[in-house]
């Protein structure tokens, strides 16, 4: 018989850049680098790069680069060497208040799970840098739930099968900064998909594509979730 009681929401999947991790225009630097890399102009690029912030990186090469396999691989590279050198400068920060959220969750006995649409190595990288590298028993990146990043519910989906955390996905919480993350939320079945605006898309963006709600920052996302429970 399930420990798991009906309304408890005892697992929570966060987005790091732009949602627990301050961005701060890096991935548009470093898919400019990418860009120019590969001779192509990045201002024509930059829009579509906008508008799937949350994606997987390397899918988002192969819809630029008209499905060339070959050149979307040598991007991906150059904007997940560039990312990681803007990183090892020090070009990187936790939101406000997200590590502490992140411990008050887990004090209320919840599973904390971090994802990303960068590669392992980027991921890793970002939590070296924060020190973070035990902050949460599980991260995940596309290619550790089968290469599909967001919109897919993948990496929800990876999260709910190996932690185990609960037993109904109508008990996952989700939060993110991006339309993908919310798309990712919403096809998983989740119960809670908070959009957060402390990232790369707004409000009405963020409702567009099925936020159950809009917080200011996921500082306030242990509050909703026991609004969600009462």
């Given at each position: 018989?399930?420990?798991?009681?009906?309304?408890?929401?005892?697992?929570?999947?966060?987005?790091?850049?732009?949602?627990?991790?301050?961005?701060?225009?890096?991935?548009?630097?470093a898919?400019?680098?990418?860009?120019?890399?590969?001779?192509?102009?990045?201002?024509?690029?930059?829009?579509?790069?906008?508008?799937?912030m949350?994606?997987?990186?390397?899918?988002?090469?192969?819809?630029?680069?008209?499905?060339?396999?070959?050149?979307?691989?040598q991007?991906?590279?150059?904007?997940?060497?560039?990312?990681?050198?803007?990183?090892?400068?020090?070009r990187?920060?936790?939101?406000?208040?997200?590590?502490e959220?992140?411990?008050?969750?887990?004090?209320?006995?919840?599973t904390?799970?971090?994802t990303?649409?960068?590669?392992?190595?980027t991921?890793?990288a970002?939590?070296?840098?924060?020190?973070?590298?035990?902050?949460?028993?599980?991260?995940?990146?596309?290619?550790?739930?089968?290469?599909?990043?967001r919109?897919?519910?993948?990496?929800?989906?990876?999260?709910?099968l190996?932690?185990?955390?609960?037993?109904?996905?109508?008990?996952?919480?989700?939060?993110?900064?991006?339309?993908?993350d919310?798309?990712?939320?919403?096809?998983?079945?989740?119960?809670?998909?908070?959009?957060?605006?402390?990232?790369a898309?707004?409000e009405?963006?963020?409702?567009?594509?099925?936020?159950?709600r809009?917080?200011?920052?996921?500082?306030?996302?242990?509050?909703?979730?026991?609004?969600?429970?009462a």
């Amino acid at each position: 018989m399930s420990t798991h009681t009906k309304n408890t929401y005892g697992l929570v999947v966060l987005d790091m850049a732009g949602t627990t991790v301050a961005d701060d225009g890096l991935v548009e630097q470093a898919f400019t680098v990418a860009a120019e890399h590969l001779g192509e102009d990045p201002a024509a690029m930059i829009g579509h790069v906008r508008a799937t912030m949350g994606e997987s990186k390397i899918s988002v090469f192969r819809h630029l680069l008209g499905g060339d396999e070959r050149r979307a691989r040598q991007a991906n590279l150059a904007f997940e060497e560039a990312y990681g050198e803007l990183v090892a400068d020090g070009r990187i920060a936790p939101l406000p208040g997200a590590a502490e959220t992140i411990a008050v969750l887990q004090e209320q006995g919840r599973t904390v799970v971090l994802t990303t649409g960068f590669a392992r190595v980027t991921q890793d990288a970002i939590l070296d840098a924060l020190g973070w590298r035990d902050l949460v028993g599980l991260t995940l990146c596309p290619a550790d739930t089968g290469g599909r990043g967001r919109p897919y519910p993948d990496m929800v989906l990876g999260a709910f099968l190996r932690t185990g955390a609960v037993d109904d996905v109508r008990r996952i919480a989700v939060a993110g900064d991006t339309s993908y993350d919310m798309l990712s939320g919403v096809r998983s079945g989740a119960g809670i998909v908070a959009g957060v605006l402390t990232g790369a898309h707004d409000e009405a963006a963020l409702k567009e594509h099925g936020a159950t709600r809009v917080l200011a920052s996921v500082a306030e996302l242990p509050e909703l979730i026991r609004e969600y429970e009462a």
